[in-house]
């Protein structure tokens, strides 16, 4: 998979949902996939950076996306029920969502984890994609094939100490994958992994290792070929996998320059 070469119009007239979109890995899939001839939906919360992201794409005169404001905070599944309506209204099925958004939480022991800081994670990174793909499901069934990927991290498959919230998340996302992979294996044209983008230049990777040298880390554009390949027909048959968008991607979590145990 890391010799991926995409076909220039891998992704052509697909409908696909990113959540998180706004900056970091969402926003550079949300380019790769425009670029490979997808309709991308592109979700967040700032607006503005949304608006910035949907005139990036016009511009280069590929398909037109669409916005989707949420707050994947949200416990009320009936958001995520809107959500499906408008998509279904105006595409009528959905090839492929990313489920890309996430927060880190803080960086501690649990012993010092605030009940209210592990709830805020769970809920982000672990129960709006089971909302959200539930809510899904209906619009990916119309799909010839239809692909749901769920960004992971290194900390969700080896846990380590005080990553806490966000690592036990990751592994949730990671059980999350496989049973619906296994739901759906037989019953649908749906397939269902999870991808470890690997250590990657984005705010929240500086925000968890402080003291690295982001530049040190590869952009978020150049790990797009693992996620053109998992939503695109080439990984029709492929599922149920815990796969690794950099080769020995186990690194990004890794003891960071400042982590005092190195
Ligand atoms: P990032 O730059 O911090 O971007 C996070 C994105 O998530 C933003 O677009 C943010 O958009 C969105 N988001 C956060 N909370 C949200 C909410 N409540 N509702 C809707 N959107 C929300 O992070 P990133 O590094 O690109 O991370 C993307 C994914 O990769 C995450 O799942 C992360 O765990 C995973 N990952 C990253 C690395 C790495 O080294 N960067 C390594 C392993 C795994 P708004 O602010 O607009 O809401």
Request: net charge negative.
């Amino acid at each position: 998979m890391f010799d991926y070469q995409a076909s220039p119009q891998c992704l052509q007239a697909k409908v696909i949902l990113i959540t998180g979109a706004s900056e970091g890995i969402g926003r550079a899939m949300a380019l790769s996939f425009a670029a490979a001839g997808a309709t991308v939906l592109l979700n967040g919360r700032n607006i503005a950076r949304l608006e910035s992201l949907y005139d990036e794409i016009v511009g280069a005169g590929f398909a037109e996306p669409a916005i989707c404001p949420m707050d994947l905070s949200s416990q009320h599944y009936e958001d995520y029920i809107v959500l499906q309506n408008s998509i279904g209204e105006t595409f009528g099925r959905l090839d492929g969502l990313l489920h890309n958004a996430g927060v880190l939480g803080r960086i501690n022991p649990i012993a010092n984890t605030l009940t209210q800081d592990w709830l805020k994670v769970m809920q982000t990174n672990l129960n709006a994609p089971f909302f959200l793909t539930k809510a899904m499901l209906p619009l990916l069934e119309e799909a010839e094939h239809g692909s749901i990927v769920f960004v992971s991290s290194g900390v969700g498959r080896q846990g380590r100490a005080n990553w806490g919230a966000y690592a036990a998340s990751k592994f949730g996302t990671e059980g999350l994958m496989q049973v619906l992979s296994d739901e759906l294996d037989t019953i649908s044209n749906i397939r269902v992994n999870s991808l470890n983008p690997g250590a990657t230049n984005t705010a929240m990777r500086r925000m968890a290792f402080p003291g690295e040298m982001a530049s040190s880390n590869p952009s978020p554009a150049s790990i797009a070929a693992a996620f053109l390949f998992l939503m695109s027909d080439d990984s029709i048959g492929v599922t149920g996998q815990a796969l690794n968008a950099q080769q020995g991607a186990a690194a990004d979590y890794q003891p960071a320059v400042s982590d005092d145990r190195k």
